[in-house]
């Protein structure tokens, strides 16, 4: 497969997060890379959820390997860090449920193995500025990467890709939280995935050179109809047992807004780059 268009590299900006947690379970989720320019230069982060790294004994960030610069699908690489959550760097909000580490100490960590990883990291150009912001509409088709319920293509190590709309408009700031909603079939696993919304330009040609795509925001949550018809939101679980029998997702997930994630960005390089 050549890698020749937007939705063909989104498959390449996702890296597959196994865990196993204090209590023995095994988890999975998503993570994502991106790259992004500041004053010393550009810097590719892997980016996740807090809850996906905290109460983690170990885990493990799954990559394609790379030949002649070309995905090597297949071919799986495998880094394994204990004490999991002494490598990321949280947000300073505590209450901000993202996490990054930086990619260039585990891409030289592979290479001192002879391994270079395939990938293609999301520019942090494509976080909508607050006029591109106001250019959305209410109603917007979005796209999201990862491994909902741990499912991906194990043999090809491809993520899934999955479609949806916004639920609310990205202009506003859902419970005055930099978050909206998205109308999506949300799962375990997904947690940590990245979501875009993609355009088609009518009047343009069909293909990439017609289509305008943003990164959105980070799924962070789902929500759930309990047994008393509350509906409340809670963390997209790193474990892949999914609700309780009384729980029921409702196809609505909480998505984090890209900014708070070039947030997180810019307090690790004032601390860690300056």
Known sequence: ??????????????????????????????????THSHAKGTTPFIVTNRHLVEG?????????????????????FQLNIDDFPAAWFFHPDPEVDLAIVPLRPLERAARELGIDLYYHAIDSASIPD??????????????????????????????????????????????????????AAVYPGSSGSPVFVMRDDPLRPRGDGARSIWFAGVVAAVFFREEANQIVPGPVPAHNAGPSVASEMIDLGLIIKSESVREVIDAFVRNWLS
């Open 130 to 183: 607050a006029a591109a912001t106001r250019g959305f509409d209410a109603l917007e088709d979005v796209l999201f990467v990862g491994y909902p319920s741990g499912m991906w293509d194990e043999v090809n190590l491809m993520p899934i890709l999955r479609r949806g709309t916004t639920a609310t408009p990205l202009e506003l700031d859902f419970e005055g939280q930099k978050q909206f909603l998205i109308d």
């Open 56 to 76: 983690v004994r170990r885990g493990g960030l799954v990559f394609t390997q790379a030949r002649d610069g070309k995905p090597a699908f297949g071919q799986r």
């Open 1 to 34: 497969m050549e890698i020749d268009s937007i939705a063909k590299r989104l498959l390449f900006c996702t890296v597959r997060v196994d865990t196993e947690l204090e209590d023995g379970s095994a988890g999975s989720g998503t993570a994502f890379i991106i």
